[in-house]
């Protein structure tokens, strides 16, 4: 019903700053809450942020002051500003919706992205 594309990965050094970008196809893109997570090798895939109805958003306690997730509904599109980059933070990151759901488990959320790699030097 959605497909979604993360884009804006790549390697920064700690400190830096990446915009990260889920673009969704659906056109009725505007009735899911979307949600970031990322997953590094070995490690199961956790929760980054989320918003919800446009406006609620939740954050991992270890990305809170750093990172902020938006939404324009208009680009079919969600964002993620990740500032402050820190080495902890590499991983792939993928975005998810999903419709009726405003939890931060993966399995609530049945549409998702490609991944995009995110590697943050020392």
């Known amino acids: 019903q959605v497909q979604l594309v993360e884009s804006g990965g790549g390697l920064v050094q700690a400190g830096g700053s990446l915009r990260l970008s889920c673009a969704a196809s659906?056109?009725?893109?505007?009735?899911?809450?979307v949600a970031w997570f990322r997953q590094a090798p070995g490690k199961e895939r956790d929760f980054v942020a989320a918003?919800?109805?446009?406006?609620?958003?939740n954050y991992a306690d270890s990305v809170k002051g750093r990172f902020t997730i938006s939404r324009d509904n208009a680009k079919n599109t969600v964002y993620l500003q990740m500032n402050s980059l820190k080495p902890e933070d590499t991983a792939v990151y993928f975005c998810?919706?999903?419709?009726?759901?405003?939890?931060?488990?993966?399995?609530?959320?049945?549409?998702w992205g490609q991944g995009t790699q995110v590697t943050v030097s020392s």
């Open positions: 659906g056109r009725t893109f505007s009735r899911y809450n």
């Open positions: 998810a919706a999903a419709v009726g759901v405003s939890g931060t488990t993966p399995r609530l959320y049945p549409y």
């Open positions: 918003i919800w109805y446009d406006t609620i958003t």
